[in-house]
Each structure stands twice: as structure tokens, then as C-alpha cells.
């Protein structure tokens, strides 16, 4: 079969080059339509119980995180000329396209009692320019008989203010926000300027648009850091412009090609899938280096080129090929998480690191075949160096010291779990942000000053129609609002009652003793008033209650305090709403953004260990097809297994959490390391077969030879993931770092426990008595790489 495969490739080798020149340039039309996701990371299925309730939280009420906020922190906000300046932003903010409102002290709302037509007038503050100081303490006054707004647009006690600008749901989560955006920045900016004011901002729309800008600047850089270092390596390795430039040109395709297939598929470029196209550089180089190393050991035979290739091909394709099938299985099983974010990730990258290795396979040979033969490639004296001296060292330890291996891994291992069992599984919104970004400092300003910007949204649903305009649901409502506000972790509430609350105010012409639930006489008159209030735009209920009057909405803000403290707080809350909302009455539900983010990264960690098992087992069942052998499918797991514990070892004794981010790095990882093991069983089980030698002669010629393709490789990934440490997302620095000791660890592994394990099983096993002209035959097609 292989020996067909290379004939194939090296007999049609321009349709080859012309056919992927065809697809790439397919692959490139495509690529230019690429976007950038504006929407928040899907981590949760469509079919999980908390996203459905979520998404018919949305359909009912309408989106929860459309709000951008602008805070202050000045005293001279109620100065004349200050205040002033601070409405008119909020006036010209309310003009952009894209605006649904502003709400802020320089723009606000005074309801009046109309007794005439028994409706609720909306009056606009302040409704002009503020001319004289009086006219600034009258309106302060006025804003301090208003506890609605209190605790909600300002704090009296510290001086803090925000303006809340609503997004039209129609561009939220579309890149039309961002100049919209933009200009809502200048504006405040501008504002901070002119008064000497630290101006801060924040809200979901804000830090995800912020987010994908950084996204999109870092998918740049990690691509051109990838191919900057696969370059050196390969003009370290070879010293040649052509075995640089194609190498580099191939995995530039593969580039392409992954793009293109994000577009083909319908996605768009998140924190994940920005990865995507580096990722296929580092792991494609590989392919061409093991390629143009076996080419390079065949012309010292012979020095013929056409046959040189030929047999390259014949040789290397089976091993890249599982090679390969176990890295993309690494990303593939991802797809099976049931996670949008991660089914995108891994279904695009396992695809394009196939596609990157055909290319690689059909490519380098078919161009290579057309350029001169590499000069000073004949068969010369090699001067062991500095690696081929370590290989010889671990060859001793191996042959001579296999029981020290063990202890050493036994107490390794053991250690190590004593550090997964100190593993903290908790995500933050904006942790992956390095501590001193403006983005979290602005955060930490609102959850100060306002307890936080994250929605948190409870929906009672009473089963009854009009049940919610009882006043003994009302009462229990209030009784819920009140004990969910006193943790310091939420914000005041926003719902039904507090409007009604207003109402009553209002219904006792401002007295603010009468800011309270009205009585069930009362209820009557104000809820008329609240009906006529708003005929023709829809009335002032619907915002908080369905059109049944049977389900009502509570709205929260709450700080970035982790899905573990939010987890925690779920669970307390849980029991307290039970005991005043009580379940036989009424369905309440718990939902919102922070509440999508804290499942979510709960259900990445259930699925974690799934697909680490799912990646275990269907690389074990490729590894018993290729070498038809339990003993060494089991015992090859231990060098893949071991370097994940001790992976999770470190994450617990350095205290990095398990999250989002730092989750995907068990099943690459593993999918690489494995790519290690491939290398060394299938040179190990060549020579063990083809030849007559020893089982420990086997075992020092794979550690030396074959070692050092694998040193080779292994440094490639290390250096590669290494450029991930340049991002400003914390939790990228980490996926780069642990990935890199990970592959090194298993490297190590890959060289001493696998060769020790492989030496405790074969020693004793009984082996077909080659001829001695059978031998010398396999020793001339005995692979080398």
C-alpha cells in the first residue's frame, strides 16, 4: 500500500502541486469572510436545562447583558458647569444609532400623578441646562427624594455615579457595536478630560468587544510568532533556504486551509479558534523535519534522489500518518463535549492537522523531487554532540537502572496526586486579563462602588394567571429582593416591585415615607394608572412581567467573584427562596449571564475526564491495530498518562485553577505525547522484527536514533506553544507554559520508563531466527528516523 502511495505521488507530481494550489486558493476566497465572535463564549450544549431556561428567560424579557455602564468618582459632579457637561454626554450618547436609552443623574425620570386621566406622566430631568447653583441644589434635592434611583445610578455616600447606555438587541452581539462603541468611548474619555475626572467603563457589550479586539491582535502576533520560530528551527536543523521556505510555505497552506474551513462551517474566530492557525504551524512543521530527515539519510546510501524520495515516502507515511491521527484525536474528542466553543475548536483543528499532514506528505516530495540534491549529504564520520552523549547516558540508565526509573515515576506520580487533589476549579468572566488591564481595573471600580455589572436574573413564575399582581406575591417577591441584596456580592434590585414601590411615591405626591409596596386598596388604583400610562408604546409593567401577569422578572447586578463563590452562593440561596417562595406555588428560576458562565465552566469540568478517557481509548485501540499487542498498548499508556498527573500535580501546588482555558491542555497534551510513543514503538518494533538482535541492543539503538528525532520534535512543540506565553490573556500564558513542560515531560518518559517497561517485557518473549542475508537486507530498509 505505501509503496503504491509513494509511487502515486512521485508520478503525479504536478497535478499534486497544482491541485492544492487549486484548494488553497479556494480555501483563501473563503478565508477573507472570516469574522470575529462579538457574542459570549458558548460553553454550555443547547440542550442543558440551565441554557434552555436561559434562552427562554431571553425570549420572554428580552437580553440581559446589553448595557454598557460609565462610572465616576468626584464630588464635582453636582457643580453647575460638571453636571452639565455630564448630562449633555448623556444626551448625545442617547442620539448614536444603535441606542436604545440612557439612564444617568444627568438624565433621568420623575413620574407624575395625572388624577385627570389616571395615568402616570414620565418627566424628564433635568429637562434643561442648569444655570445657576440653586438650580443644581434644588435638582440634587430633588434626586434625594427619589430612592429609586438611589444605590442604583449614584452612591451619596462615596460620590459615585453611573450612566447606563442600553444597546438595540439587533446589533449586540454584531460587529455593528463596535464603532458604536468606540464612539461612546471617546465621548466619555473626552468627558474625563475636560473635568479632570478618571472616567471608567464596563459592562458585558464593552468587555467583549475589548476581549475580541484583543483576540483579533493576538491571532495576528501568535501566527506570526509560530512561523518565525518554525523557521529558525528548521534553518537550525538543515541550514538551507529551500528545506526553510517549502516546510513554511506547507504549513502557510495548512494556515489557509484552517480558515477557511472556520468560514465553510459557519464560525468565527473566538479565544479558541484563534488558536487554531498557530497551532497548525507548530504541529505541521514536524511532518516536513521527519520528511526531510529520512531523505536527506537516504541519499547517504546512494545518493540517488528520485529513489531516495521513494522510499522516504514508503517509510515515513505510516508513521507521520498514526502520528498525526493521535494528535487529531487529541483535538477531536473536544467535538464530543457537547460544548459549542469546544466542538468548534476541536472538530476544525483535528480536520486541518489531517489536512496539514497530506499536504506535507504529497507536497515536500513532490517539490523536493524538482530541486538539486542537498550538497554534502554523503555517507561521513558523525562526531557525537551534546544530545547523542544524553541519549547514550539514558540508554544506561535505562539498560542499567530501570528499578530507579520506577521508583522515581512511582514517587512522581504519587506526589503529584497529592497536588491534583489540591486542584481549585473556578473561572472568572475577565481573569484570563492580566491584573493591570484597564478592563478589570474598571470592573473592580463598579464592584466597588455599584456591587458589580454581571447580570443575575430570577424569574418567579406564580402558575396562575394574574398571580403575580397578588399582594401576597408581591410581598414574598420583596421579601426575596431584601434577602438576596443583603450579601454583599449583589447589587440592589430592579423589578416589578420597585417600580411599584415609585408608584406609590408617587400616588402620595413624592412623600418618600410612602416609597413602599402599596397595600392591596392602593394596588388597585396605582396598577390603572401604571395600565394607561404607557398605551400605544406598550404599558410600564412589561418590562418585569409577562403579558399574563403570571411570571415576574428581578434583576440583579453582581461582582466577578468566580463560579466557585457563585456556585457556593447558589447553593445557600437555594434553601432561603424555597422557604418564602415555596415550590408547590411557584417555579423560580435563577439564570442570567453569570449564572451561564459558572454551568458553564462546571460542565467543561464534568466533561474534562470524559474526554481524556474517550482520547485514552481510542488511541489505546489504534496503537493494539498497529502493533497487535495488549502488553504494549497497556504499558505504552503509562508515559502519556503519567506526565498529565504530574501536569495536575503542578496546577494544584501552584494553585492554577482548572477553568475554561487551562482545560484543554490534559487532551492535546495527550494527544501529542502520544505522538512520542509512536515514534519510539514503531522504530523499536522494526528493528525487534527485522533483525536478530537483542532485546536490550533494540532498545539502546531506538534511545539513540530514534531519540533524537523525537528531541527534535519535541523541542519544535516546546518552543512553538512557548509563543503563547506572549498573550495577554492569563489563561493562554498558562495553556503555552504547561503545554511545554508537558511535552517535555513526556519526552523524558517517552526515553526511560517506555524503553524500561518495553525491556521488562520483551526480554523473555521468543522471537523468529533470522538468516543472516535476511538481516542484512532489513538493516538497509530499517527505518531511521
Given at each position: 500500500m505505501w509503496v503504491k502511495l509513494s509511487n502515486a505521488i512521485l508520478k503525479n507530481r504536478v497535478l499534486l502541486i497544482l491541485l492544492f494550489i487549486a484548494i488553497t486558493i479556494f480555501m483563501g476566497w473563503q478565508a477573507k469572510n472570516i469574522k470575529l465572535s462579538y457574542a459570549g463564549s458558548k460553553i454550555l450544549p443547547l440542550t442543558d436545562s440551565v441554557f434552555i431556561k436561559y434562552n427562554a428567560f431571553k425570549k420572554q424579557f428580552g437580553e440581559d447583558g446589553s448595557i454598557v455602564v460609565i462610572g465616576i468618582k468626584d464630588d464635582k459632579i453636582f457643580q453647575k458647569d460638571t453636571y452639565n457637561k455630564w448630562a449633555k454626554l448623556s444626551d448625545d450618547l442617547q442620539q448614536l444609532k444603535g441606542i436604545k436609552g440612557v439612564l444617568s443623574i444627568g438624565k433621568f425620570f420623575e413620574l407624575e400623578k395625572d388624577t385627570v386621566n389616571q395615568k402616570f406622566t414620565v418627566k424628564p430631568l433635568p429637562g434643561k441646562i442648569i444655570a445657576t447653583g440653586a438650580e443644581m441644589d434644588s435638582l440634587k434635592s430633588k434626586l434625594n427624594q427619589l430612592p429609586f434611583y438611589k444605590g442604583l445610578l449614584y452612591h451619596t455616600e462615596t460620590n459615585a455615579t453611573l450612566m447606563a447606555v442600553t444597546f438595540d438587541q439587533k446589533i449586540l452581539n454584531s460587529a455593528a457595536r463596535n464603532p458604536i462603541l468606540k464612539e461612546i468611548e471617546e465621548k466619555a474619555l473626552a468627558f474625563g478630560k475636560s473635568e479632570n475626572i478618571e472616567v471608567h467603563l464596563s459592562g458585558l457589550p464593552y468587555i467583549r468587544t475589548a476581549t475580541s479586539k484583543l483576540i483579533s491582535n493576538e491571532f495576528v502576533l501568535f501566527l506570526g510568532l509560530s512561523i518565525l520560530v518554525s523557521a529558525l528551527i528548521l534553518v537550525i536543523f538543515f541550514r538551507s533556504f529551500s528545506a526553510v521556505f517549502f516546510p513554511v510555505l506547507v504549513v502557510i497552506m495548512g494556515v489557509i486551509w484552517s480558515v477557511?474551513?472556520?468560514?465553510?462551517?459557519?464560525?468565527?474566530?473566538?479565544?479558541?479558534?484563534?488558536?487554531?492557525?498557530?497551532?497548525?504551524?507548530?504541529?505541521?512543521?514536524?511532518?516536513?523535519?521527519?520528511?526531510?530527515?529520512?531523505?536527506?539519510?537516504?541519499?547517504?546510501?546512494?545518493g540517488d534522489k528520485q529513489k531516495a524520495w521513494s522510499v522516504t515516502v514508503e517509510r515515513i507515511s505510516v508513521t507521520t500518518l498514526i502520528a498525526n491521527i493521535t494528535a487529531a484525536i487529541g483535538?477531536?474528542?473536544?467535538?464530543?463535549?457537547?460544548?459549542?466553543?469546544?466542538?468548534?475548536?476541536?472538530?476544525?483543528?483535528?480536520?486541518?492537522?489531517?489536512?496539514?499532514?497530506?499536504?506535507?506528505?504529497?507536497?515536500?516530495?513532490?517539490?523536493?523531487?524538482?530541486?538539486?540534491?542537498?550538497?554534502?549529504?554523503?555517507?561521513?564520520?558523525?562526531?557525537?554532540?551534546?544530545?547523542?552523549?544524553?541519549?547514550?547516558?539514558?540508554?544506561?540508565?535505562?539498560?542499567?537502572?530501570?528499578?530507579?526509573?520506577?521508583?522515581?515515576?512511582?514517587?512522581?506520580?504519587?506526589?503529584?496526586?497529592?497536588?491534583?487533589?489540591?486542584?481549585?476549579?473556578?473561572?472568572?468572566?475577565?481573569?484570563?486579563?492580566?491584573?493591570?488591564?484597564?478592563?478589570?481595573?474598571?470592573?473592580?471600580?463598579?464592584?466597588?462602588?455599584?456591587?458589580?455589572?454581571?447580570?443575575?436574573?430570577?424569574?418567579?413564575?406564580?402558575?396562575?394567571?394574574?398571580?403575580?399582581?397578588?399582594?401576597?406575591?408581591?410581598?414574598?417577591?420583596?421579601?426575596?429582593?431584601?434577602?438576596?441584596?443583603?450579601?454583599?456580592?449583589?447589587?440592589?434590585?430592579?423589578?416589578?416591585?420597585?417600580?411599584?414601590?415609585?408608584?406609590?411615591?408617587?400616588?402620595?405626591?413624592?412623600?418618600?415615607?410612602?416609597?413602599?409596596?402599596?397595600?392591596d386598596f392602593e394596588k388597585n388604583f396605582i396598577l390603572i394608572y401604571a395600565a394607561n400610562s404607557g398605551k400605544g408604546n406598550g404599558n410600564m409593567l412589561t418590562n418585569f412581567v409577562d403579558k399574563d401577569k403570571q411570571t415576574a422578572r428581578v434583576s440583579f447586578q453582581m461582582a466577578d467573584v468566580g463560579s466557585k463563590r457563585l456556585d457556593q452562593l447558589l447553593d445557600e440561596l437555594k434553601p432561603k427562596i424555597d422557604s418564602?417562595?415555596?415550590?408547590?406555588?411557584?417555579n423560580v428560576t435563577l439564570t442570567g449571564s453569570s449564572i451561564i458562565f459558572s454551568k458553564g465552566t462546571d460542565y467543561l469540568l464534568e466533561h474534562l475526564f470524559e474526554s481524556i478517557g474517550l482520547a485514552i481509548v481510542l488511541i489505546s485501540l489504534l496503537r493494539l491495530a498497529q502493533f497487535r499487542s495488549l502488553g504494549i498498548m497497556l504499558i505504552s499508556l503509562l508515559p502519556n498518562v503519567v506526565p498529565l498527573i504530574i501536569t495536575a500535580g503542578l496546577m494544584g501546588f501552584f494553585g492554577i485553577p482548572l477553568k475554561p482555558s487551562t482545560i484543554l491542555i490534559f487532551t492535546i497534551a495527550f494527544g501529542l505525547a502520544s505522538d512520542q510513543t509512536i515514534y519510539f514503538l514503531t522504530r523499536y518494533?522494526?528493528?525487534?522484527?527485522?533483525?536478530?538482535?537483542?532485546?536490550?541492543?533494540?532498545?539502546?539503538?531506538?534511545?539513540?536514533?530514534?531519540?533524537?528525532?523525537?528531541?527534535?520534535?519535541?523541542?519544535?512543540?516546546?518552543?512553538?506553544?512557548?509563543?503563547?506565553?506572549?498573550?495577554?490573556?492569563g489563561g493562554t500564558v498558562i495553556l503555552g507554559f504547561l503545554l511545554s513542560i508537558t511535552l517535555i515531560v513526556a519526552l523524558v518518559f517517552n526515553l526511560t520508563l517506555l524503553p524500561a517497561l518495553m525491556l521488562w517485557l520483551d526480554k523473555n518473549k521468543k522471537r523468529k531466527k533470522l538468516s543472516e542475508a535476511e538481516v542484512a537486507k532489513n538493516l538497509e530498509n530499517l527505518d531511521d528516523h
Open positions: 477557511g474551513t472556520l468560514v465553510l462551517f459557519g464560525y468565527e474566530i473566538t479565544i479558541l479558534t484563534g488558536l487554531i492557525p498557530p497551532l497548525i504551524v507548530i504541529i505541521g512543521i514536524p511532518n516536513s523535519i521527519l520528511l526531510l530527515n529520512k531523505y536527506h539519510n537516504e541519499l547517504k546510501k546512494h483535538f477531536g474528542v473536544l467535538y464530543f463535549t457537547g460544548s459549542e466553543l469546544l466542538m468548534q475548536f476541536g472538530s476544525v483543528a483535528a480536520l486541518n492537522v489531517m489536512f496539514t499532514w497530506l499536504m506535507s506528505l504529497c507536497l515536500i516530495p513532490a517539490i523536493f523531487s524538482y530541486l538539486p540534491a542537498p550538497k554534502n549529504k554523503t555517507q561521513g564520520t558523525h562526531e557525537p554532540n551534546l544530545l547523542d552523549k544524553l541519549l547514550a547516558k539514558t540508554d544506561k540508565l535505562v539498560q542499567h537502572k530501570s528499578a530507579s526509573i520506577y521508583i522515581v515515576t512511582i514517587i512522581l506520580t504519587i506526589v503529584s496526586l497529592i497536588g491534583v487533589y489540591r486542584i481549585n476549579v473556578n473561572g472568572y468572566v475577565v481573569d484570563d486579563l492580566p491584573k493591570s488591564s484597564k478592563i478589570l481595573t474598571d470592573l473592580k471600580f463598579f464592584e466597588k462602588n455599584f456591587e458589580g455589572i454581571l447580570p443575575l436574573e430570577i424569574s418567579v413564575d406564580t402558575k396562575r394567571k394574574n398571580g403575580i399582581l397578588s399582594l401576597s406575591s408581591l410581598n414574598k417577591i420583596d421579601k426575596l429582593e431584601q434577602m438576596i441584596a443583603a450579601y454583599p456580592e449583589f447589587s440592589r434590585s430592579i423589578s416589578l416591585n420597585t417600580g411599584l414601590k415609585y408608584a406609590t411615591q408617587v400616588f402620595y405626591n413624592g412623600d418618600t415615607s410612602f416609597y413602599r409596596l402599596p397595600s418564602i417562595l415555596s415550590p408547590k406555588r411557584f518494533q522494526q528493528e525487534l522484527n527485522l533483525t536478530n538482535y537483542s532485546v536490550s541492543k533494540v532498545i539502546t539503538d531506538t534511545i539513540t536514533e530514534t531519540g533524537v528525532s523525537m528531541t527534535h520534535i519535541a523541542l519544535i512543540l516546546f518552543f512553538g506553544f512557548g509563543i503563547f506565553t506572549a498573550s495577554t490573556f
